[in-house]
């Protein structure tokens, strides 16, 4: 199966600024990747799914102004969270599928101070 | 819309016990199910999945059957391991590559 990692494990950051998480498929060209938030003790919640070369499509209800999805390339996808704040504070898990099949990376820990 | 109901844990078991994490789920059609399991600080990880009624997923010693009448997917397996303690999620897709999860259960199993 493919192979996603997820730059940065974690971060922390200040109220108000912007932070940009990666998703890189290392093994395998994705047309198609998914971003997914992960409230504790709570499922994961599809955001967005991105393609590649166009504009991603956000699920009701997600801020597409606030969380910005750019598939630039066939192995990277990123998501930039615009003017974070506490309530940003969450895990956020990147998939990438290949042959109607869904691979995780190991997720980004964003905490807003 | 979507969704899937699975067991609340946390699930604390010895070693070789029997182990059940109840999944169901409600959507129109005839979706396909799966089961994810996360262990700790790694991304989800397939585990096993079935894709029509009566169909049984099986991998690792786990298995679960689709059950269209009881709209049912529950997780089981026969001697569970210390290495088996992990987050177990359920999750069903249309066939439109989105994935609706279940809110996960944390298995842990002592020896």
């Known amino acids: 199966g493919a192979v996603v990692s997820q730059h940065p494990s974690w971060v922390i950051c200040k109220s108000g600024t912007s932070v940009k998480i990666e998703c890189r498929s290392l093994?395998?060209?994705?047309?198609?990747m998914f971003w997914y938030r992960q409230f504790p003790k709570q499922s994961l919640m599809l955001m967005a799914t991105?393609?590649?070369?166009?504009?991603?499509?956000?699920e009701q209800g997600v801020e597409k102004d606030k969380f910005l999805i750019n598939h630039a390339s066939l192995t990277l996808s990123t998501l930039t969270v615009t003017s974070a704040h506490p309530e940003d504070s969450s895990f956020y898990i990147c998939?990438?599928?290949?042959?109607?099949?869904?691979?995780f990376g190991p997720g980004t820990r964003l905490t807003v101070l | 819309g979507d969704s899937v109901t699975q067991m609340e844990g946390p699930v604390t078991l010895s070693e070789e016990a029997f182990l059940t994490i109840n999944c169901t789920y409600t959507?129109?059609?005839?979706?396909?199910l799966f089961w994810y399991v996360q262990y700790p600080g790694e991304g989800l990880q397939l585990l096993l999945k079935?894709?029509?009624?009566?169909d049984k997923g099986s991998n690792k010693g786990f298995e679960a059957t689709y059950r269209k009448e009881t709209t049912s997917f529950h997780l089981e397996k026969g001697s569970v391991q210390v290495s088996d303690s992990a987050v177990y999620f359920c999750?069903?897709?249309?066939?439109?590559?989105?994935?609706?999860f279940g809110t996960g259960t944390r298995l842990t199993i002592i020896p």
């Open positions: 998939s990438v599928s290949s042959y109607n099949e869904q691979f």
């Open positions: 093994d395998f060209q994705a047309t198609t």
């Open positions: 991105s393609n590649e070369g166009s504009k991603a499509t956000y």
């Open positions: 959507a129109t059609g005839y979706p396909s």
């Open positions: 079935a894709t029509k009624a009566d």
């Open positions: 999750a069903l897709s249309r066939g439109n590559e989105k994935l609706t």
